[in-house]
């Protein structure tokens, strides 16, 4: 998994990064049915290529690459897997 969303996005789900991602591997959207009974946004470990592109526009950087991944939010790797069945 390269990069993971954490803590910071719960309650905020700017979908900045959204529009960021090349291959459109961060859900759910804005015009998905989940987006309003989702907490947070998630990317899927399948579909990330790794570019990085979503970091810099998160405006509450909760987006970390898995090896940067702060302790206290270790667990949202599995959170971001688990969450597209991973």
């Known amino acids: 998994m390269p990069y993971v ?5 719960i309650g905020t789900k700017d979908t900045a990064c959204t529009d960021a991602c090349p291959v ?11 987006f309003e009974g989702s907490e947070q946004l998630f990317i899927d470990p399948a579909e990330c290529i790794d570019c990085g592109a ?18 206290k939010w270790k667990d949202y790797a599995q959170k971001n897997a688990g969450h597209y069945g991973r």
């Open 5 to 9: 969303i954490a803590e910071p996005c």
């Open 54 to 71: 979503c970091v810099p526009v998160c405006p509450v950087s909760a987006i970390f690459a898995l090896d940067d991944l702060p302790e």
């Open 24 to 34: 459109d591997c961060i859900h759910p959207k804005k015009d998905e049915a989940e």
